[in-house]
């Protein structure tokens, strides 16, 4: 039976995959910030850890009581709406905190075990931001570009120890993480002079008729964790496949 460690379970894309790998058959260990035991079924394969990636001892005390896994994924992240003018630079740090820092920890936190039994996966999980550009999301872009590349050469630098590197990269999510958690750290962020501009994008996004739901990052994941493919990039969604194309 093998064991995967999802970051950002508390809602949406995190939670919705640890649902599906555990109707899988797979022990999941569902980690969150502050941890809610009733979001998920109890089960002796199902475990729910406290888990903040912008802090080292909260990685560290998690990674250990998790003990071995095969697959981590790096999901859990901050999303950002707003005219990067008027964006504190602490909220631009705060964002690459947790989406990008935050992700690279995780990563060197699991790799020694699996390049001692060379064997592991990382699945990372970005945003189609990075396929192409969309305006009022520059900082959160510039967050997830980097994990990109930052994936791409990690991939070749971990091959020799038989280590896979994947991507995962939703589209459009309505009411994930942008709206979820983001929403008193965008206050302030749409200065008049950008109030048409953004009412017009709005817009836009609210007449999408093809977007990503939680199910099809959770899909996307799976594919990335069980097709034993050396594909690296999984976009998720019917947008983001469009986008992909």
């Known amino acids: 039976m093998k064991t995967i460690l ?9 939670l919705e995959t640890a649902r599906h790998f555990h109707a899988q058959g797979w022990k999941v ?5 502050m941890p809610r035991e009733d979001l998920l079924p109890r089960s002796e394969r199902l475990r729910v850890l406290p888990l903040d990636v912008t802090r080292p001892e909260s990685i560290a005390a998690a990674i250990k009581d998790a003990g071995p896994i095969d697959v981590l994924v790096n999901n859990a992240g901050l999303g950002l709406f707003g005219a990067f003018e008027a964006t504190p630079m602490a909220t631009v740090r705060e964002i690459f905190e947790t989406n990008t820092f935050g992700m690279m920890a995780m990563a060197q936190a699991v790799l020694p ?4 039994r060379r064997a592991g996966l990382l699945v990372n999980v970005t945003s189609t931001v990075t396929l192409a550009p969309m305006p009022l999301v520059a900082a959160y872009t510039a967050s997830k570009t980097a994990i990109t590349g930052f994936t791409e050469s990690l991939a070749l630098e971990l091959a020799p120890f038989n280590i896979g590197v994947k991507l995962v990269e939703p589209g459009y999510g309505p009411g994930t993480r942008f709206t979820a958690n983001g929403a008193e750290r965008m206050q302030g ?3 008049e002079a950008y109030a048409l501009f953004a009412q017009g994008i709005f817009a836009s996004l609210g007449t999408m008729s093809a977007v990503t ?3 099809d990052v959770a899909e996307a994941v799976w ?10 990039r999984y976009p998720a969604g019917a947008d983001a496949l469009a986008l992909a194309r």
């Open 6 to 14: 999802i970051t950002g379970c508390s809602s949406g894309y995190g």
């Open 29 to 33: 260990i569902a980690t969150m910030r």
């Open 113 to 116: 075990q699996f390049r001692t």
């Open 189 to 191: 962020l749409l200065p």
């Open 213 to 215: 739901t939680a199910a």
């Open 223 to 232: 594919r990335a964790a069980t097709d034993g493919s050396a594909t690296m």
